[in-house]
């Protein structure tokens, strides 16, 4: 009997799904290339708007900052009737010249804080004198070594000394950034016959100070107070009114670049020109001059995310005037032009509700 030639065929291989090549799905080079084309742009998209939420968290922190400081203030005028003063010079030894209008005007301001505070007049000086009637220094409250160190303060150090007390003197004298953390803000003695006195009751201080936001710029051993922004190297600057008596950012002499500048002062040369105001009637190319913002109180300046204060003057508050807002400029104005402005879009005051944000021409200019 013939077998079927089937039966000697040879046995077939069964083919599995290992046999066979991979044909899993994956992404070609140029879909790569898209996809992180697409990524880059939306990145870029979102980079603007997360700094200007950073930006804005940023300057709302100052705008806090600077409440916290007039609060501050008002805390002292509370305690001695005054806001504090925007210059001030202080001798350790404990005579002042009634024949310089800074270091008269220093007594002033000590005879009304201090009422009982010892001073009498000798000659032409006015000395501190102790109860039996003999000449008193005030004695080397700043620890170096000297009982002959004068201090002379313009606003932003007036600002430190008088809400943080004589602790905010530099002991060494000379810094700058960053500041030694052993520096205390401790205020003034309670005994007003005394006020600079170390120990015993304390008034003050009447603001918390943070030793790393201290700063010494002109490098003369009175520090003064940078705003929160990170890496700030400009303290915040501060002119009083004089309880609206008048604003004198170049000091009693008037002349721009001298010892009693109220403003600060780096090289010679001062790093505002004017206070801010909502009038400016100077003619071109002079300093500006007209009516102040807060005229019974005092100015707080912030120079911004730049660490520049720019000129100062002409400021109207956004979307309160007809004529425009913001910072008046004028081409080639000596310093009103635009290029020297610009610097103080980001600046903050204590009237600004924010940043100064722009520029503008006024009618006339």
Known sequence: MQRSLRQYDPPQRSVTAANTPSSRPGFTLIELMVVIIVIAILAAMMLPAINSVRSRALDAKVVTDIKNIEAAIAAFKAKYGVEPPSSFRLHEDGVWSMSDNLDKNSVAIMRQLWPTFPLRSSGSSMVVVDPMGSPSPIGDFNGNGSATDVFTLNGAECLIFFLGGPGLLNISGGSSIPVPQSVTANGFSANPS?????GGSRVGPFLELDASRLSDVNGN??????????????PYQYLSSYN?????????????????????????VPTMFSIYLKTDTATASAIPQGSAWNTKTFQL????????????GLFTVPGTNTNGDGIGVRASDTYRNSAKRQFEIDNITNFSRGPLQKTFTPAGW
Do not use: C, H, M
């Not at 005394?194 to 170390?198: D, L, Q, R, T, Y």
């Not at 051993?221 to 400009?234: F, K, S």
């Open 194 to 198: 005394n006020p600079f006195a170390g």
């Open 221 to 234: 051993g009175a520090y003064e107070l940078l705003d929160p922004y990170l890496n700030q190297t400009r």
């Open 244 to 268: 609206g008596r008048a604003y004198q950012p170049f000091g009693y002499d008037g002349n721009p670049g001298t010892a009693d500048d109220e403003v600060i002062v780096l090289n010679g």
């Open 301 to 312: 300046i912030s120079p911004g995310r730049d660490a520049e204060y720019g000129v100062g």
